[in-house]
């Protein structure tokens, strides 16, 4: 079955890099997803891999998945205070299931000018 | 400006009363998403819909929790009789989905119900 886990919390310092981990079970994940939330508002997408990469950049976004360990990681180079959100990884699967996204519990960064 | 609209924003509701959130998918899109958002829990997935029909709400609690979307452009949460324990922000979401293709979910500024 479907099971994502993240870390609870991370904090760093304003301009150093951010790393947040997950690690999922379900080995027919099709896409892995990085969604960020702000106070108050819903989930927006940051970027996307599909299963079959291991590496994807976007700006400063950079995602890894290692799909041996089904561990999936998101870099934020040059942390700002503005990234301080919850950030949430989540899977979608294949077969009939297909577009069913599971989320992790989040990890709540917290930025330190 | 394509959104997610769920209505209300924020619900206060005594315990055993009816209470009904509504969302407004964005045009086009064929999946729209429950989700249930509380601190011990985190996200969890109520239920999801495919071209209106239901696939999987084996998240929800069946004898109380229902959920419909009577049309393309309405879906419906329903919660009858409420309880303090389902005070939550529930969250709506759509996108487009198909087999092997990538799953944007476009998420609703979601309802805060606090049921006393």
């Known amino acids: 079955g479907e099971d994502v886990e993240q870390s609870l919390f991370l904090s760093v310092r304003e301009g150093d890099s951010s790393v947040i981990n997950c690690t999922y079970t379900d080995s027919s994940s099709t896409y892995l997803y990085w969604y960020k939330q702000e106070p108050g508002a819903g989930l927006q997408l940051l970027t996307y891999i599909f299963s079959n990469m291991d590496m994807k950049q976007d700006q400063r976004l950079t995602v890894l998945l290692n799909k041996k360990d089904k561990h999936l990681s998101l870099r934020i180079a040059d942390t700002q205070t503005g990234d301080s959100a919850i950030y949430f990884c989540?899977?979608?699967?294949?077969?009939?299931?297909?577009?069913?996204?599971?989320f992790g519990q989040g990890t709540i960064l917290t930025v330190h000018p | 400006d394509a959104r997610v609209t769920q209505t209300p924003r924020h619900k206060v509701t005594e315990m055993g009363q009816e209470v009904t959130m509504r969302c407004q998918p964005i045009l086009g899109h064929n999946t729209v998403f429950w989700y249930r958002q509380t601190m011990m829990q985190g996200l969890e997935l109520l239920a999801y819909f495919r071209n209106r029909a239901p696939l999987d709400d084996s998240g929800m609690p069946k004898d109380r929790f229902s959920a419909e979307m009577p049309d393309a452009t309405l879906a419906t949460l329903k919660i009858q009789p409420s309880e303090p324990r389902d005070s939550a922000v529930y969250f709506c979401?759509?996108?487009?989905?198909?087999?092997?293709?990538?799953?944007?979910?476009?998420f609703g500024q979601g309802t805060r119900l606090t049921v006393v």
């Open positions: 989540a899977e979608s699967i294949g077969g009939t299931s297909y577009g069913k996204l599971t």
């Open positions: 979401a759509s996108g487009l989905t198909g087999q092997g293709r990538n799953t944007e979910a476009f």
